[in-house]
Structure formats: C-alpha cells, structure tokens
C-alpha cells in the first residue's frame, strides 16, 4: 500500500494544527445547528476511526459511535471495538443482519431478480436511518466520515454514508487523513488496513475505482495525473454529481409558462 509519508505535500502540513482547527470547525457547526453533540458509525475503517476522535475530543460526554454489522466481517468489527476503546469513545452496537434480510427479501419479491450493487447500498442507507434515529434521541448531529477523495469521485452511497449533518474530513484527501491518524492515536492496525466500504466480500476501493487513493490525491491536489486517469477521474465525476448536487426542480417559469 502506498504510505502517506511518501507524498511530499503531507510534509509540509502541521497535523496537529489541523487536529485543532477541525475540532473547533466541528463545535462550531453543532453549536450553530443548536445541538449538542454527535453521533456517527464506527466500520473500523481509517475515516470513521479519525472522525470518532475528533468528536471525542470535543465532546467527551456527548458522542455515540455506533457499530452497525450488516453482512460485516467479524475483522472489521473487531477493528471497530478497537477503535472505540483506544479513544475511549462511548460506544453502541446495532445489528442490522435480520433488517436487511427481511427487507431486501420483501424488495425481491416486488423486482425478482439479483443486483448485487443495489443490494449492497441498502446496507449504508440502513445505518444512515438508524444513526438519524439516535441522533435526534440525542439532540445531536449526524457526523459523516467521507473524505475529499471520495466527494470528489463520489464513491460514496447516496442517502447512506453520503446522508450526514456535516463532513468535517470533507476537504482532506484519505493519504492526509492516514497521516492525521497517526498524530491522532489511532491504532496502526487500522492506518494500514486495505480501504474498503465492506459492501460485500474481499471489496476492495482502489480495486474497484481502478487507481490507488496516492495518484487520484496527487490529482485533487494538484491536478497532475496522465491523461488517461484524469479522463477516468472526470467521468466519474460527472457521472455521481447527482450524489453532490441538490435534487434539481424545474425553473418556475417553465412550469407557468407564458412570455
């Protein structure tokens, strides 16, 4: 895998410094949204391991990380109580395999038929409805662990982990989030585990985009790449705006007519 501290651009940055500066971002937006914590998923990826942190740190007493198996791999949940316990982050399991089984059941009976995407994104969509549920038990804010580099491809699944309050890794690419890891505590196991949003088995995120996260970062952030990828990185793009962009509504002249 490619190592974060390979990437001269992560060099220059004082993570400690960004630790601080999302933490104050994070209190600001919930405060803002009159709320008074957070409460996110924990897979036991990279992302959610650095999010939980963050709100940890800033609201000890008030955040909820929750483990959502669905389909999970008992690695990934392992990796999730991890987590939890290294930040010592209150920590809640929910799980979701029964859910999902019946519904997508009951879905198959209205469409017979196998898609294994469309399947696979009702896993997220369960979690983000079960996280709104708990947060506004709570008073809290959604807290969602895309990072830049999947806003920017849109790997991410609309109205699942896409369907959050706020985003504060939204504008670090995922090797700066390895690095900020690193000044956070996060366990190593966790740091060097291959990327995935564990839709189904052995799914791999830089297999299945077709490039590493180390070149499409270089990308983001400074737009050298070969032409073939660039053209790559575009289409997707293009392809997912849907994802980033507010459902569109017809111009109300179009609708009223007239001159």
Known sequence: MDSADDLEYNKAHDYDEIAANLCSWIVDRVEDAGKSGGVLGLSGGLDSAV????????????SLAVIMPCGSSADSIEDAELVAKKIGINVKKLQLDEVYDNLLFKLRK?????DRLAS????????????????????ALVIGTDNWSELTTGYF????????????????????????????GIPERIIEKKPTAGLWQDQSDEKEMGFSYKTLDRYILTGEAEPEL???????????????EPPPVPAREKILGGD
């Open 51 to 62: 999010t939980a942190a963050l709100i940890q740190r800033v609201f000890p007493e008030n």
């Open 110 to 114: 209205l469409e017979p038929g196998e």
């Open 120 to 139: 696979a994104n009702i896993k997220p969509r369960l979690r983000m409805t079960s996280l709104y549920y708990l947060a506004a038990r709570r008073d």
């Open 157 to 184: 699944t609309k109205h699942g982990d896409g369907g959050v309050d706020i985003a504060p890794l939204g504008r670090l690419v995922k090797n700066e989030i390895r690095v900020l890891a690193r000044h956070l």
């Open 230 to 244: 660039e053209e790559r990185i575009k289409k997707m793009k293009d392809s997912t705006r849907h994802k980033i």
